[in-house]
């Protein structure tokens, strides 16, 4: 299995903000996918969201967003 083999990788599925928060490590790039079906989630629909996953990542640091939902499909 290809993933097996990408040895700075490091999945993690958690609520984002409760993660982020509590989170003591930095991240080189930092992939977060918030949406569900339905909604982006209050709790991550904040500027201080974002503050925090830009206090996360290493000087330089790349942060992706999944920005998509399923209205943009009807």
Not at 40 to 58: H, I, N, Y
């Amino acid at each position: 299995v290809m993933i097996d083999r990408l040895k700075n990788l490091d999945i993690v599925q958690a609520e984002a903000s409760f993660y982020l928060n509590n989170c003591t490590r930095k991240f080189d790039s930092l992939l977060v996918d918030l949406y569900t079906a339905h909604n982006f989630p209050s709790q991550c629909a904040s500027p201080e969201f974002f503050v925090r996953c830009k206090e996360v990542l290493t000087p330089g640091g790349i942060l992706a967003v999944n920005l998509a939902n399923t209205q943009e499909h009807q």
